[in-house]
């Protein structure tokens, strides 16, 4: 059985994202996938940045990975435009919105937030229509080649792990029965989780990669505990503009109110 790490929410916390990696590496993980939100928050962006690129197979689009390139009249907008420069801000600009993998016969997909935008949140407690949406193929994630919705849906932006299945009424099996339903994840934030727990989360996919037959399969979630001290040092070094409000969430665990 083949294993990838499924990464997101960075936000600029590059010890974080090293002290993942070596995580991953440690497990003897070689595929990774990060679903966005590489900047923002935390002083290290363009870190960040340059190291999800060499690492990652696939790198999708996060909100603030888009909403950075656009014109900013706020101070912290600005200083982490200057710190991403040109080039990372067009590579920004351009990333996909989703990524599709077949794995035991399943077709997951991932996606930053929705499969509406980037800006449209799904939160934990989510209607079970809402919930449905998160598995139509619409005009940001397009279609698999067979034209088939997925399976399995994960997802980041909202920074708390979780994992639900989905009784899905409309689909039924060649024996006409009822299928065994849909199941739909949130991976949790590498950078600034939001679930309480200050370590830094992520995903682990478990299954075959070969061909498409129906096989077993796993998402497990690991939580990394890392070098926080020196991630709020690194923020008040920098003269990074909000190091404050950055220091509260990776030190609680916790959304700033």
Request: proline fraction near 4%; aromatic fraction near 8%.
């Amino acid at each position: 059985m083949e294993k990838i790490a499924i990464i997101s929410d960075i936000h600029g916390n590059l010890p974080a994202l090293e002290a993942v990696l070596v995580d991953i590496k440690r497990r003897g993980i070689e595929r990774i996938i990060c679903l966005g939100d590489l900047v923002g928050k935390g002083p290290d962006s363009a870190a960040v940045v340059d190291r999800v690129k060499v690492v990652c197979e696939s790198v999708v689009q996060g909100n603030w990975d888009l909403g950075i390139t656009l014109p900013q009249d706020q101070s912290a907008g600005l200083w982490h435009q200057q710190q991403l420069g040109i080039d990372r801000l067009a590579y920004l600009e351009q990333l996909p919105f989703s990524v599709d993998l077949y794995l035991s016969g399943k077709l997951f997909r991932l996606f930053h937030a929705s499969a509406q935008s980037v800006y449209h949140r799904l939160k934990r407690k989510a209607s079970k229509e809402e919930r449905l949406a998160m598995f139509q193929n619409t005009e940001m994630t397009g279609k698999a080649a067979n034209g088939k919705q997925p399976d399995i849906v994960g997802y980041g932006d909202i920074h708390i792990p979780y994992l639900i299945t989905i009784k899905n009424p409309s689909e039924k099996s060649s024996q006409n029965h009822v299928s065994s339903g849909l199941m739909l994840f949130n991976v949790g934030s590498v950078g600034t989780p939001y679930d309480g727990i200050p370590q830094a989360c992520y995903c682990i996919l478990e299954g075959e990669t070969a061909g498409i037959e129906q096989a077993g399969f796993a998402i497990q979630f690991v939580r990394v505990p890392y070098d926080i001290e020196r991630a709020v040092g690194l923020a008040y070094a920098a003269q990074m503009p909000e190091s404050q409000r950055y220091e509260h969430e990776i030190t609680t665990g916790l959304v700033y109110k």
